[in-house]
T-cell receptor, first 113, second 110 residues
Framework: EAQVTQNPRYLITVTGKKLTVTCSQN?????MSWYRQDPGLGLRQIYY???????DKGDVPEGYKVSRKEKRNFPLILESPSPNQTSLYFC????????????FGPGTRLLVL | GQNIDQPTEMTATEGAIVQINCTYQ??????LFWYQQHAGEAPTFLSY????GLEEKGRFSSFLSRSKGYSYLLLKELQMKDSASYLC???????????FGKGTTLSVSS
């Protein structure tokens, strides 16, 4: 089944404790992206990757890192999480261009205390 | 700047037709997408427009006017399961990002 998976789905952590949210897709998509969704603000892009070893900042990259060592994986790293990073996070992937829509993972709900 | 506007909330009854509008002002344009999102779930793709006009897909249709920076999503024969948030998103010129509106929460009642 074609899908984007994220782990963990739910996470409660404390300020300053490094964490990684994994994202994996099995559709051989070149493009992958991370978003956060907050009430009243909608979906905002954190980082994206156009292909292996090619990453760039989105609209809200502060406090986050990413890597793209393999085509299928695009982990999101929070080196020192803070309470303002409490949010619902979505990973998405797509082929590049044309009518290609982005396929979203199920989401990771993060609470930073 | 980039700005995408949609109404925050709409209500409708089962069997009715509802139109959700989206206006956008973006520095570039490379297609407009509509997504449906049920509470706590991932957005799922509904429609895509890149040229002016209407795209029809079953009970859902989407319209685009690039000169007016305007799109709408039309939902016909509403069902209770259509209660969800509907997200309008514009892809930037480079194709590197989707810029999302804040979403329209649609409540369908019987």
């Amino acid at each position: 089944e074609a899908q984007v998976t994220q782990n963990p789905r739910y996470l409660i952590t404390v300020t300053g404790k490094k964490l990684t949210v994994t994202c994996s897709q099995n559709m051989n998509h070149e493009y992958m992206s991370w978003y956060r969704q907050d009430p009243g603000l909608g979906l905002r892009q954190i980082y994206y990757s156009m292909n292996v070893e090619v990453t760039d900042k989105g609209d809200v990259p502060e406090g986050y890192k990413v890597s793209r060592k393999e085509k299928r994986n695009f982990p999101l790293i929070l080196e020192s999480p803070s309470p303002n990073q409490t949010s619902l996070y979505f990973c998405a992937s797509s082929l590049v261009g044309g009518r290609e829509t982005q396929y979203f993972g199920p989401g990771t709900r993060l609470l930073v205390l | 700047g980039q700005n995408i506007d949609q109404p925050t909330e709409m209500t409708a009854t089962e069997g009715a037709i509802v139109q959700i509008n989206c206006t956008y002002q973006t520095s570039g344009f490379n297609g407009l997408f509509w997504y449906q999102q049920h509470a706590g779930e991932a957005p799922t793709f509904l429609s895509y427009n890149v040229l002016d006009g209407l795209e029809e897909k079953g009970r859902f249709s989407s319209f685009l006017s690039r000169s007016k920076g305007y799109s709408y999503l039309l939902l016909k024969e509403l069902q209770m399961k259509d209660s969800a948030s509907y997200l309008c998103a514009v892809r930037n010129q480079a194709g590197t990002a989707l810029i999302f509106g804040k979403g329209t929460t649609l409540s369908v009642s019987s």
